[in-house]
Structures are given as C-alpha cells and as structure tokens.
C-alpha cells in the first residue's frame, strides 16, 4: 500500500511477531452509522466520519488481545485535516502495542525540502541497525535515503516546500516520537508497488508511539491524535499562530 496515511497497529515496521506494520491498515473498517458528536467548540464548518476495527478471529490467533480501535477522521471547511484514533482494551488482560500514521506527503522536489522541528533530537537509525544518533543539522534536508524515528520529539513539525511555496504544519499528540522516511533511488526501484523516480515527489512524516509501546490495562482506552495543515510558506514557524489553530 503507497500513499494516504496508513494507520500502523499494534506494530509498527518489523519489531515484532506480526508482518510489517501491523494487520489495521490491510482491513475493511466499518463506518459507524451513529458516531458519537464532536464537542460542540468543534463542530462549526467541520465533516467526520468514525470508522470502526475490531479484532477477528483471525486476529486473535497472531495477536490474541482483543480490543476496539475507533478512528475518527475530520475535516475542516479550510482543509485542515485530523485524525484521532482511540484504542480500548477489551481484553482479560493488560496487553502493548506500538502505533503510526505513516502519513505521505505530495512534495515538488525531496531536493528543495526541509523539515523543522526535529533538529538537536535523538533518533533510531533505521539504517543502521536503529542505532541511537543526535540530530546535528538546523533542519533536514534530504539528499539520499533516509529511515528515522526522532525520539521525544515536539508537538509540532513542520515540512517546508519551497518550491511549491507551501508548508505542511504537523501536529500531534499521545503520539511522542516522529518517523521520517524517503527511500530514494535504490530502494525504490526494489519496491514493485512504486514507481522509480516518485522517491523525487513525496516524504513521509510520521505521527508514531514507538520508543515506549503503549500498554492498556482491562477497560483502559489509549488516544492518539493527528493534525496536518497545509499553509503558505510565507507562513512564520511560530507557536502562537499554531495555538491559534488548536495545535
Ligand atoms: O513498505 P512499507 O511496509 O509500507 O514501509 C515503508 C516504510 O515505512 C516506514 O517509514 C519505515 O520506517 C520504513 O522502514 C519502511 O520502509
């Protein structure tokens, strides 16, 4: 699967028994008909649809914790886009997972991209083993391939496209780490699904829970929440302004 934002769950990339990101984002989810209504601050100008996982039997037998994942995705009058995903364990047991919204992003050129907010960071180097490095750059830019989880990473990221002349803003929260992925040449034309040179025209920024999986007690319900925004680049990479727009 290429492109969208897939929801990785309850495993994200191989650490783990399942296959590569987990079984949600190979299933049919169903649409709940009666969603409960967003907060009434909310509302205004504002369309969602709530859609519903549960395990199956054949879930059960790889991973044997039985649980409801709600996901609702949210769209604004102005474009801005949000997903909130609520896992609850309905399980006997206390049972981890890990979690990303592996979410590709349209870019005009990788070449003429940057990414704020990660700089100074700690990350895994997904290349090299999940090494633990530091982030020594005043942003990334990107010049070969690139697989990294950005450790405790801040609310809010931003992916400049100069350009395009448009900024994608990147909020989050539950979500403490941030996956950054282009495969670049090579890899790409080892990938059957996608085309030789679309490494040029996408990156993927990832919302995630990684470092410290998630662990739900009996009856407990994990939140996880994704907001991305597409501004002009004039746009200033300040806080207030984001506040001001709920992140
Ligand atoms: O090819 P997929 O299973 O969709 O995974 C695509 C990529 O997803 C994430 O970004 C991982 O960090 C990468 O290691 C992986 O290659």
């Given at each position: 699967?290429?492109?969208?934002i897939q929801?990785?769950?309850?495993?994200?990339?191989?650490?783990?028994?399942?296959?590569?990101?987990?079984?949600?984002?190979?299933?049919?989810?169903?649409?709940?008909?009666?969603?409960?209504?967003?907060?009434?601050?909310?509302?205004?100008?504002r369309s969602f649809v709530d859609l519903l996982l549960?395990?199956?039997?054949?879930?059960?037998?790889?991973?044997?914790?039985?649980?409801?994942?709600?996901?609702?995705?949210?769209?604004?009058?102005?474009?801005d886009l949000t997903l909130i995903s609520r896992v609850r364990n309905i399980n006997g047991k206390p049972?981890?997972?890990?979690?990303?919204?592996?979410?590709?992003?349209?870019?005009?050129?990788i070449s003429e991209v940057r990414v704020?907010?990660?700089?100074?960071l700690d990350y895994l180097d997904n290349l090299s083993k999940r090494e633990l490095l530091t982030e020594q750059g005043d942003a990334i830019t990107f010049e070969s391939e690139i697989d990294r989880t950005y450790l405790r990473s801040p609310k809010v990221v931003a992916v400049l496209d100069h350009e395009r002349k448009r900024t994608y803003v990147?909020?989050?929260?539950?979500?403490?780490?941030?996956?950054?992925?282009?495969?670049?040449?090579?890899?790409?034309?080892t990938m059957t699904d996608f085309g030789d040179d679309e490494y040029k025209s996408m990156l993927c920024v990832d919302g995630a829970a990684l470092e410290r999986p998630i662990t739900l007690k009996p009856g407990e319900e994990w939140?996880?929440?994704?907001?991305?925004t597409a501004v002009k680049s004039s746009f200033c990479f300040d806080q207030l302004e984001l506040q001001s727009k709920g992140f």
């Open positions: 699967m290429r492109g969208g929801i990785c769950y309850p495993q994200f990339g191989d650490c783990g028994s399942l296959d590569q990101h987990g079984f949600a984002r190979n299933k049919v989810w169903v649409i709940d008909e009666n969603p409960p209504p967003l907060a009434s601050n909310e509302s205004f100008g549960k395990s199956s039997e054949e879930d059960l037998k790889q991973w044997p914790h039985s649980f409801e994942f709600r996901l609702r995705v949210s769209l604004a009058i102005d474009g049972f981890s997972f890990s979690f990303a919204y592996h979410t590709y992003l349209s870019v005009s050129d704020e907010g990660l700089e100074t990147i909020g989050k929260e539950g979500l403490p780490d941030t996956v950054v992925w282009n495969p670049w040449e090579k890899k790409s034309k939140t996880g929440k994704l907001m991305l």
